[in-house]
């Protein structure tokens, strides 16, 4: 009770005030009239969000679900596909690839770090029978952003859709899916759309659609040429999640009303500020270079226990961070700066970062980190708008 509570974490992300209320509103039929106006005006609003001319799908799922609808609905059994496998997410891909009796061939990526394009590029050239490559757009396991849209210029030449999983970039990082040629982005609502957990949104290219109307769905659940022809109507295949929808669209007004690239900017001022923060308190990042814009991952000092940091640092100042995955349980902290939180909200982590690292026997680090990283906020800020956003692999 004596501090606020601070979500940190890499979803689910704090709620805005004005997305309270909308999920509030009284319950509305999801055959009628209203819905389906409200549903049309989300779809407008989707298009811009994922810089696409086409539908994007509302699935009533997380996203999980739309990662499993799209390698249902877009590949059949016995096809092959290449994974970008990098971390926990990565292995996702995996899983559910071969759970649809896909062959799936990866290139594994050291934790921390990118795939490169030119690894991708040799392995297409090296096996023709690929149909598509499963990749996130940020592996929110490691806190790495892979560059989809130089990976988006090795399969549009080819007969090989390219499926992001943009979970955690959508709406964080710029993604414009159609300039960019990705045949399939998804993502969930509980991160940088600033919603609670529950819905997955999916939108697929002009040659991902024929892909998608030539295979016979894996699923009775997730189907996507069914799922379109509803959307057209403002409508959902099964029951909308309704609240959630209507949340939606109070959600993306914020985000259209401040306008995409002033949002990217102030993710990739808190990003700056995150980094410059841990580095100044003597840790290590454990993504040097490419790096995502709604999380960071940091390693901690030999000696120090991971996830004892993460628990003092939610029970003594209230912020909630995430811990390490796998064999980087205890080894690392992510602290999440996506959706609905501010510079603020990255200083109080940072704070009860030093004090819990403190209390769990590492070290302090310089007495300056939280004026050093506003000082990398405001300078980040300070860009000409018209300079463009420095997307860290470019
Ligand atoms: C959170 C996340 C997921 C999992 O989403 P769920 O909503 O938990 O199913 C998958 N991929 C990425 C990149 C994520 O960040």
């Known amino acids: 009770m004596l501090n606020k509570v601070r979500l940190l974490t890499p979803g689910p992300t704090p709620l805005p005030e004005r997305v309270r209320l909308a999920l509030a509103h009284d319950m509305i039929h999801h055959r009628k009239s209203e819905f389906k106006a409200i549903m049309h005006r989300v779809q407008e609003q989707l298009r811009v969000l994922f810089g696409t001319q086409g539908p994007v799908l509302p699935l009533s799922c997380s996203g999980t679900g739309a990662m499993t609808a799209a390698v249902h609905g877009l590949f059949a059994p016995g096809e092959k596909v290449l994974v970008i496998e990098g971390g926990k997410f990565g292995q996702r891909w995996r899983a559910i690839a071969e759970q649809r009796g896909l062959t799936a061939v990866s290139i594994e990526v050291p934790w921390g770090q990118a795939v490169t394009p030119e690894a991708v590029r040799q392995a297409l050239d090296a096996d023709p029978a690929i149909r598509g490559v499963l990749v996130q757009l940020s592996e929110t396991s490691t806190g790495v952003l892979h560059p989809v849209q130089a990976l988006a210029q090795l399969t549009r030449s080819r007969d090989v859709l390219l499926v992001v999983d943009g979970i ?227």
């Open 168 to 394: 955690s970039g959508v709406g964080l990082s710029p993604c414009p899916m159609d300039e960019w040629g990705l045949d399939c982005l998804l993502t969930g609502s509980q991160k940088g759309l600033m919603l609670p957990p529950g819905l997955a949104l999916l939108a697929l290219s002009p040659r991902a659609w024929s892909k998608a109307e030539a295979t016979a769905s894996g699923c009775f659940y997730f189907n996507l040429p069914k799922e379109r022809a509803n959307v057209e109507k403002g409508q959902t295949l099964f029951t909308s999640p309704v609240s959630l929808i209507v949340g939606l669209e109070e959600s993306l007004k914020l985000l259209l009303e401040n306008g995409l690239d002033p949002i990217y900017r102030k993710q990739w001022a808190l990003t700056m500020l995150t980094r410059t923060g841990v580095t100044a308190l003597g840790l290590e990042l454990f993504a040097p270079q490419d790096f995502a814009w709604g999380i960071t991952s940091v390693r901690l000092p030999a000696g120090v226990d991971g996830n004892e940091v993460v628990r003092l640092a939610a029970e003594r100042h209230g912020v909630y961070m995430a811990g390490g995955q796998d064999h980087l349980k205890g080894r690392i902290v992510r602290i999440g700066h996506m959706g609905w939180v501010d510079w603020a909200d990255v200083l109080a982590g940072l704070h009860a970062l030093a004090a819990s690292l403190q209390e769990a026997g590492g070290h302090s680090g310089s007495r300056d980190y939280l004026e050093q990283g506003l000082a990398a906020y405001h300078a980040a800020l300070a860009v000409d708008p018209g300079t463009p956003l420095p997307l860290t692999h470019a």
